[in-house]
């Protein structure tokens, strides 16, 4: 809120360089922010009385959308990579697909392992466990297991993640 916007009786002000000019009403606050050329903008309106301040509203905001997108830049979107396994796998074939998922775990993206069963594979779901177990113990110097294997419909997943 800036300006007349502002609909409170008294607000605590704070000046154009900072310093604190206490609780004024808000006709004493607008005269102020005229006589500086300045507008009066609403900064904490959640606090007891609101907190308002003299500034320059378009320099203001162009503050703040620079340190929205600086804040933005910094952010790191972690994306969900996925391996898939068969339960009669080779231990060379799950080798590489180990060495994929240690490539995409050093990269900072989270691990699905997804163990798949195929019509007579469902009887022996029990043994192929294992394997998800072995290849987390594979990646154990950079990964942790953030989901325990989980038996859903025909598959069984594990997720993981990098270690801090």
């Given at each position: 809120?800036?300006?007349?916007?502002?609909?409170?009786?008294?607000?605590?002000?704070?000046?154009?360089?900072?310093?604190?000019?206490?609780?004024?009403?808000?006709?004493?606050?607008?005269?102020?922010?005229?006589?500086?050329?300045?507008?009066?903008?609403?900064?904490?309106?959640?606090?007891?009385?609101?907190?308002?301040?003299?500034?320059?509203?378009?320099?203001?905001?162009?503050?703040?959308?620079?340190?929205?997108?600086?804040?933005?830049?910094?952010?790191?979107?972690?994306?969900?990579?996925?391996?898939?396994?068969?339960?009669?796998?080779?231990?060379?074939?799950?080798?590489?697909?180990?060495?994929?998922a240690r490539k995409f775990l050093t990269k900072g993206d989270r691990v699905k392992v997804t163990l798949r069963?195929?019509?007579?594979?469902?009887?022996?779901?029990?043994?192929?466990?294992?394997?998800?177990?072995?290849?987390?113990?594979?990646?154990?110097?950079?990964?942790?297991?953030?989901?325990?294997?989980?038996?859903?419909?025909r598959s069984m997943t594990m997720f993981l993640t990098e270690k801090r």
């Amino acid at each position: 809120m800036i300006n007349e916007q502002i609909r409170d009786k008294e607000v605590r002000l704070i000046g154009e360089d900072g310093e604190q000019l206490g609780i004024i009403s808000t006709k004493e606050a607008m005269r102020l922010a005229r006589e500086a050329e300045l507008d009066l903008v609403k900064i904490a309106p959640t606090a007891k009385p609101p907190v308002c301040k003299i500034i320059d509203y378009g320099k203001f905001r162009y503050e703040q959308a620079r340190k929205d997108k600086e804040a933005k830049k910094k952010q790191k979107v972690i994306d969900i990579k996925e391996v898939r396994l068969s339960p009669n796998i080779d231990t060379n074939d799950l080798n590489t697909k180990v060495n994929a998922a240690r490539k995409f775990l050093t990269k900072g993206d989270r691990v699905k392992v997804t163990l798949r069963f195929r019509g007579r594979e469902m009887a022996h779901m029990s043994s192929s466990k294992q394997i998800l177990d072995v290849f987390a113990e594979k990646l154990a110097d950079v990964a942790t297991v953030e989901k325990a294997p989980k038996l859903e419909g025909r598959s069984m997943t594990m997720f993981l993640t990098e270690k801090r």
